[in-house]
């Protein structure tokens, strides 16, 4: 039985690339959620970048994330989502495992890459011919700021959920179901 307290579970830990142990705080501290969509767990581990009254979101290369450009989707390592079960995204069919998260941020609309590699520092190493899925998320923007990037689960049912990906007043809602 998968997403169980299980053998499947256990499995999908030993293959998350781990949270790194810290020898002092980080500026953009470890985090991590996970949520059972159905009997699929996914879990993401990433770090969480302050705004710190810094350009988050803009066309220009000064800004934190210029659009347009590979974003590691968080901060520090690359940020890594496991599926304990195959998943659709965006109508297309995403095995079970690790993988590498990455965004391509724009105006109107975000580029969300699923990536083989999931264990790799930043987006220096990301490579395009390692992509396993690439989706495309409508932004929201115009809401209340929120100072520290966060990724969360909303609208869970047994059958799919929302991971949001929110920071500054931009949330971008990526629509996850289970696959069968």
Do not use: C
Not at 108 to 117: A, K, L, P, R
Not at 140 to 147: D, K, L, R
Not at 159 to 167: D, K, N, S, Y
């Amino acid at each position: 039985m998968a997403g169980g307290h299980d053998g499947a579970e256990h499995a999908m830990h030993q293959n998350m690339p781990p949270m790194r142990a810290n020898d002092s705080a980080r500026p953009s501290p470890n985090a991590g959620v996970m949520q059972t969509i159905g009997t699929t767990t996914v879990m993401v581990h990433y770090s969480r970048p302050s705004a710190k009254g810094r350009t988050i979101f803009a066309s220009s290369d000064d800004a934190l994330v210029p659009l347009g450009k590979v974003w590691r989707t968080g901060a520090n390592e690359a940020t890594a989502v496991s599926f304990s079960g195959d998943v659709m995204i965006g109508g297309e069919t995403l095995p079970a495992g690790t993988y590498g998260l990455f965004t391509i941020p724009g105006e109107s609309e975000w580029t969300i890459i699923f990536n083989n590699v999931a264990e790799q520092w930043g987006s220096m190493g990301y490579d395009e011919a390692e992509d396993a899925l690439r989706v495309m998320a409508a932004p929201i923007s115009g809401g209340p700021a929120q100072e520290q990037f966060e990724i969360s689960f909303e609208n869970v049912t047994a059958e799919g959920g929302v991971m949001v990906l929110a920071w500054d007043d931009v949330r971008v809602p990526v629509s996850i179901s289970v696959a069968g």
